[in-house]
């Protein structure tokens, strides 16, 4: 399965390069290309490849570009394949690695099993490094070690890619989103990076800073999406908590010490800040439990095995 944007030049190299692997190694397969908006010959060039081999190579187009994550969602959603892999069209991804990444899905039992480019061509300072800081806060959050995030060459067990749901830019989070969603046997596999033979690389800087923001929604929705109260109120009664308390404090030593003015001491202001605070906070955790409770997916819960029941 593999997502582009304007990748008119390496499509027929990279069709060829996986044919001659599957043949090679005697597996069933199927190409699906997910064009995610191209404005170049893209698309031309997916029709003739499904032309001349419609067994084997699909192709979804988007009437505009919405995004890797839109792309792969929408993969997932058409792939049949008991094991799904996924690469970039700008064969800097080896499609050589297919047959290692499919016997770790199979063979070890792994559900999701992710490339490490251990040994990258890209620019240090703008792609290389800010990727090594945004890998070490993932795995520090996550809880999941994995050397590269954010590499497209991965393996899935078809089970997982059927249980997710991948939006917004959360496409280098899918670990993480499989994590949450019950799939914990998560591989790396030092794959191959080759440099860039065609067209030019679609990262920026804002992808970056965007990353870091992602990995804060996606947590709190793993983690608080179904009880949203707990954390809202939590944080709610802890503040409030801290404001009745300097609050109680300071009309105490109001009531011992009257020429004492309490609209002079600081403490009288934070006091009533944080019970302010403390009160929104109880309230966004309301409206959170509100919606939470009105969601068509309130009660979607992922089910791996029943006994005794059809």
């Known amino acids: 399965m593999i997502p582009l944007l304007n990748e008119e030049d390496s499509l027929p190299e990279l069709t060829e390069w996986i044919k001659r692997v599957m043949v090679e190694n005697g597996f069933s397969y199927e190409i699906l290309y997910i064009d995610d908006g191209s404005t ?16 084997h190579i699909k192709g979804i187009k988007f009437q505009r570009n919405y995004g890797k994550s839109a792309a792969l969602n929408e993969g997932f959603k058409a792939a049949k394949g008991e094991v799904i892999i996924t690469m970039d069209a700008d064969l800097q991804d080896s499609p050589d690695e297919i047959p290692g990444l499919r016997n770790m899905i199979l063979n070890e039992n792994f559900d999701l099993v992710s490339g490490w480019k251990k040994i990258r061509y890209d620019n240090t300072l703008t792609k290389n490094l800010p990727s090594k800081l945004f890998n070490a806060a993932t795995r520090k959050v996550s809880g999941i070690y994995l050397h590269d995030f954010n590499c497209g060459l991965k393996a899935y067990r078809k089970k997982v890619v059927k249980s997710i749901e991948v939006y ?37 800087l804002s992808r970056f800073i965007n990353g870091f923001l992602d990995l804060a929604s996606i947590t709190f929705v793993g983690k608080y999406g179904k009880r949203p109260m707990h954390f809202f109120g939590s944080w709610g009664s802890l503040s409030f908590g801290i404001g009745f308390v300097s609050i109680i404090y300071l009309l105490i030593a109001k009531i011992m010490n009257p020429e004492v003015s309490l609209s002079n001491r600081p403490a009288f202001y934070i006091g009533l800040t944080a019970m302010i605070i403390g009160s929104q906070l109880f309230l966004a955790g309301f409206l959170g439990e509100l919606i939470s409770r009105n969601s068509p997916g309130r009660n979607h819960y992922l089910v791996e095995e029943k006994i005794g029941l059809d």
């Open 40 to 55: 170049d010959r893209s698309w031309e060039i997916i029709s003739n490849l499904c032309q001349g081999d419609p067994e």
């Open 168 to 204: 917004g830019e959360m496409h280098r989070y899918i670990p993480v989103i499989a994590k949450w969603s019950g799939f914990r046997k998560i591989g790396e596999k030092v794959v191959e990076h080759r440099p860039r033979k065609y067209g030019v690389t679609k990262f920026g």
